[in-house]
């Protein structure tokens, strides 16, 4: 099993950016997916997830509004659209495969990428 996730980088206040996490090795329709982060020092935080059909999304608080998960079945890949990033979205951002409920809690999900790295600057 493989999620790779890329499109992370060094972005100024307010700008954007578009993640995206390709899995193989899964029957990706029959996962929920999940978008996680991490900074330095911190616990990993829930950002969003989605339903394995993608009728059913979740945000976290400090992204409502800003962000957008969405993922494309046929090309085995989720993403997380970031819109008005602040200095406090900077962390490691990770992808995450739950065979069942895909929710806020990490320990739950089954498979794991190895992250992407998101700094906002001022």
């Known amino acids: 099993v493989q999620l790779v996730e890329s499109g992370g980088g060094l972005v100024q206040v307010g700008g954007s950016l578009r993640l995206s996490c390709a899995a193989s090795?899964?029957?990706?329709?029959?996962?929920?997916m999940g978008w996680f982060r991490q900074a330095p020092g911190q616990a990993r935080e829930f950002v969003a997830a989605?339903?394995?059909?993608?009728?059913?999304?979740s945000h976290g608080d400090s992204v409502k509004g800003r962000f957008a998960i969405s993922r494309d079945n046929a090309k085995t890949t989720v993403y997380l659209q970031m819109n008005s990033l602040k200095p406090e979205d900077t962390a490691v951002y990770y992808c995450?495969?739950?065979?069942?409920?895909?929710?806020?809690?990490?320990?739950?999900?089954?498979?794991w990428g190895q992250g992407t790295e998101v700094t906002v600057s001022t």
């Open positions: 995450a495969a739950d065979r069942d409920f895909g929710g806020l809690n990490p320990a739950t999900y089954d498979y």
């Open positions: 090795g899964i029957t990706f329709s029959m996962y929920d």
């Open positions: 989605i339903s394995r059909s993608g009728g059913r999304m």
